[in-house]
């Protein structure tokens, strides 16, 4: 599977890290049989300067990554890259074809603002719950959990959440051995919950 993670401007670096390492090890502890390819993707092929000027370079861009079956989207400084319609489109249009997209922290922001029709359960930074509840009145937003699945649509809480979630993806799309084999090589304590 083609799992690609969507970094921008000011992404919190283990928003997309944590998910990368979590794909990638398990991948990595299934040899020759790697079920995941997993890609940082952005609007271009430049360097993106992520929380803290940690700069990282993506391995593709919006206009030329391969065929995704996973996208997550993840958190930072979201505000302004809600305002790209380029970007907004790109969402939509992966939120069409992709079998399942899930979300880092804000990273919910910037899905619910490119699919206007979603409508279900999902978290974000405890931070940014009431600001997700004022602008998108329309998703049932949850406290206290570290990640929610809803089926085509997993979110996550802020940070180290996103490696739960991760795990939790991992469990679903391939195994919950291989999930808790990924957690154990990661010296990782994954939290199972919804």
């Not at 020759?32 to 952005?42: H, R």
């Not at 939120?95 to 974000?124: D, R, Y």
């Not at 996550?156 to 084999?181: F, P, T, W, Y």
Request: charged residues 20%.
């Amino acid at each position: 599977m083609n799992i690609g993670i969507y970094i921008y401007p000011e992404a919190e670096v283990l928003d997309f890290s944590g998910p990368f390492e979590v794909f990638s090890t398990a991948s990595r502890l299934c040899g020759a049989e790697a079920p995941f390819s997993v890609y940082l993707i952005a609007e271009n092929s430049e360097a993106v300067p992520a929380r803290g000027g940690y700069r990282v370079l993506p391995d593709y861009s919006i206009k030329d990554h391969p065929p995704l079956d996973v996208l997550i989207i993840s958190g930072g400084v979201h505000t302004s890259e809600m305002e790209n319609r380029a970007v907004a489109n790109w969402i939509k249009h992966q939120a069409e074809s992709v079998e399942l997209i899930a979300t880092v922290c804000t990273g919910v922001f910037l899905l619910a603002n490119a699919v206007q029709s979603l409508s279900c359960k999902v978290t974000t930074h405890w931070e940014d719950i009431p600001e997700l509840r004022r602008l998108f009145g329309q998703l049932d937003v949850l406290e206290g959990v570290r990640w929610v699945d809803e089926g085509s649509i997993v979110s996550s809480g802020g940070i180290s959440a996103g490696i739960d979630m991760s795990l939790h993806l991992v469990s679903r799309l391939h195994s919950v051995e291989l999930a808790e084999k990924t957690a154990h090589q990661m010296e990782f304590t994954w939290t199972i919950n919804t």
